[in-house]
């Protein structure tokens, strides 16, 4: 079992930016990768930025050069740090845990950005 916990998000206005965090408890040591997803209403949940064990990285286009994923290992902690934030950025964002067995996930965290 994985419990994930975000915080970070919030209202900014176009340009501005965020830190998401989301702090892993549990069984840590099944984690193959974290990711963290977007969601707005009406629309299916969309993959942002994953880091894997190895530390390799993946973006969607939309937010390459903006958002940067990364980890510290001794807090249990993954970061999404997003720059230059557009009003088309504005989700819910939900962090999750990848296994072998099943993905978990947190309980998301409303970034809205204003134009």
């Known amino acids: 079992q994985v419990q994930l916990v975000e915080s970070g998000g919030g209202l900014v206005q176009a340009g501005e930016s965020l830190r998401l965090s989301c702090a892993a408890s549990?069984?840590?040591?099944?984690?193959?990768?974290m990711e963290w997803h977007r969601q707005t209403p009406g629309k299916q949940r969309e993959l942002v930025a994953a880091i894997t064990r190895g530390a390799a990285t993946t973006y969607v286009e939309s937010v390459k050069g903006r958002f940067t994923i990364s980890r510290d290992d001794a807090k249990n902690t993954v970061y999404l740090q997003m720059n230059s934030l557009q009003p088309e950025d504005t989700a819910v964002y939900y962090c999750?845990?990848?296994?072998?067995?099943?993905?978990?996930w947190g309980q998301g965290t409303q970034v809205t950005v204003s134009s």
């Open positions: 549990g069984t840590i040591g099944i984690i193959s990768a």
């Open positions: 999750a845990a990848i296994t072998k067995s099943t993905p978990y």
